[in-house]
């Protein structure tokens, strides 16, 4: 548990985890990760989560500039940055769920391993002034090998937006504790690797030299396991309902505009910092 967080045993080789990206992780439409179509309210949905997130980039003064992404996924926040003005760059093992959902900005992504990739950034003299790594420290082989050198591109007004899934956390705790769920099925090699949760992502990007400015949560989709008519751990016949509840919940938040919006997603993750 290097610097606070969990990670899997043994770990798969750069090779394994190479070929797991490009030929079964989008492709395949891995379970609870990414889908070949979505509906309006979903779609709505991401793009109101990476505006969230724009707009938090956007308070600490990165609004404009060279935008690196690391893990572009389905280009839902490449497509967003790119028409707020950044000049965009994104890089990830596969192009497919870029192609799949935002094909106008393929040709902004470079496919490869993330850390041979930032190394050659590092080589041609590339910084960057919005870095940002959406659910990806739980993927890669080596966190603190990717973060090194996203300190090497950066400049001293440069701004990082790091995301990762509350795992571990004392929610989950508490699930496991009551009996709500029958595993820990938040475990979930090879996609997720490394877990963290508020604490210890806090204290890992510290120890890499960071500054926290921010922090915000999203909806906990698993407060639904704590009512027995929605609880999908258990039954996972649930687990459709809860996430168009989610969805819905989360649209409706969002009405009275993205200021408020961000506050409420603030005083949400302060409940993650109480003793």
Not at 18 to 46: G, I, M, N, R, W
Not at 154 to 168: E, F, H, Q, T
Not at 206 to 220: C, L, Q, R
């Amino acid at each position: 548990m290097p610097s606070g967080y969990y990670s899997a045993s043994p770990l798969p080789s750069t090779e394994e985890l190479a070929e797991f990206y490009s030929s079964v992780y989008y492709q395949e439409s891995v379970p609870s990760t990414y889908q070949s179509s979505y509906p309006e309210d979903e779609l709505e949905q991401k793009r109101l989560r990476v505006n969230l997130l724009l707009h938090a980039i956007a308070e600490q003064g990165g609004n404009n500039g060279r935008f690196l992404e690391v893990g572009c996924g389905e280009g839902f926040l490449l497509d967003a940055a790119s028409k707020s003005g950044y000049d965009i760059q994104g890089i990830d093992f596969s192009i497919h769920g870029v192609q799949q959902f935002h094909p106008n900005v393929t040709n902004k992504v470079i496919t490869g391993d993330a850390l041979e990739l930032l190394d050659k950034f590092i080589d041609q003299g590339k910084g960057v002034d919005v870095c940002v790594l959406q659910n990806v420290l739980e993927h890669v082989i080596d966190p603190v090998g990717l973060l090194t050198r996203i300190k090497a591109l950066l400049n001293k007004s440069s701004v990082v937006a790091i995301s990762v899934p509350n795992d571990y956390s004392r929610l989950q705790d508490k699930v496991m504790e009551l009996g709500l769920s029958k595993d820990e099925y938040w475990f979930s090699p090879p996609q997720h690797l490394h877990y963290f949760n508020v604490d210890s992502v806090q204290k890992f990007v510290t120890s890499m030299g960071f500054k926290m400015v921010d922090a915000f949560g999203d909806f906990p989709i698993e407060l639904f396991l704590f009512h027995e008519g929605s609880n999908y751990a258990l039954d996972r016949s649930k687990g459709s309902g809860a996430h168009r509840a989610r969805i819905t919940l989360d649209l409706l938040l969002a009405e009275r505009g993205m200021a408020p919006y961000h506050k409420f997603w603030m005083a949400r993750l302060l409940f993650e910092f109480l003793p």
